[in-house]
């Protein structure tokens, strides 16, 4: 099994639409968990970031963590052209010097 | 808005040949790391640096790798002898705190192994 499993997509949405981006994971160490964006080509840039469970909302953006069920999400509201991206989850035990755990990441296309 | 800065954006080296990747982390930033993605695949921990010291380390960097910090700002990451397989972007990241995970990365430096 996968330490961290993320469906590669790609996921296509029409403007305004909701975006719903998932990661599972099977080590229960992990406590930090964060969504990162990245652009062709580019490097990984931080969009969202939540130690243990619970709900954390930033503008459009909306993260979960369920650690019951090791599930994460992040919910992407009225989506924008600007938002088609890949979007990495990624995750941290918190006990070995920020080594993070990405998944693979899901291409999201926003229609115009 | 303050950033990861990264040189080269892009390398090409012959096989064999040694590279050094460069790196100006984030000002007051104390934590340092390399990451790499090969291209289609996950993007990988290598390795992370703090006072001078690799804090910790993956499988992956192996004798073949080495990071330096040679100044107040630099942060290198040298990779001897390299192997077609190391064609890979290599990101730079560095963090504030030890072991919360918020890490801002750099554009990353690509690099071609002929």
């Known amino acids: 099994q996968k330490e961290v499993e993320q469906d590669p997509g790609p996921l296509s949405v029409p403007e305004g639409a909701i975006v719903s981006l998932n990661c599972t994971y099977s080590n229960s160490a992990f406590q930090y968990f964060m969504w990162y964006r990245q652009y062709s080509r580019k490097g990984p840039e931080l969009l969202m970031y939540t130690y243990s469970s619970g709900n954390k909302e930033d503008g459009r953006f909306t993260a979960q963590v369920d650690k019951s069920s090791k599930y994460i999400s992040l919910f992407i509201r009225d989506s924008q052209p600007s938002d088609s991206a890949t979007y990495l989850c990624a995750m941290s035990a918190g006990n070995a010097g920020n080594m993070l755990t990405f998944g693979g990441g899901t291409r999201l296309m926003v229609k115009p | 808005e303050p950033e990861v800065t990264q040189t080269p954006s892009h390398q090409v080296t012959q096989m064999g040949q040694e590279v050094i990747l460069r790196c100006v982390p984030i000002?007051?930033?104390?934590?340092f790391y390399w990451y790499r993605q090969i291209l289609g695949q996950k993007v990988e921990f290598l390795v992370s640096f703090y006072n001078n010291e690799i804090s910790e380390k993956s499988e992956i960097f192996d004798d073949q790798f080495s990071v330096e910090r040679p100044d107040g700002s630099n942060f290198t990451l040298k990779i001897r002898s390299t192997k077609l397989e190391d064609s890979a972007m290599y990101f730079c990241?560095?963090?504030?705190?030890?072991?919360?995970?918020?890490?801002?990365f750099g554009e990353g430096s690509r690099l071609t192994v002929l």
């Open positions: 990241a560095s963090s504030e705190g030890h072991n919360t995970g918020e890490l801002f």
């Open positions: 000002s007051n930033h104390l934590y």
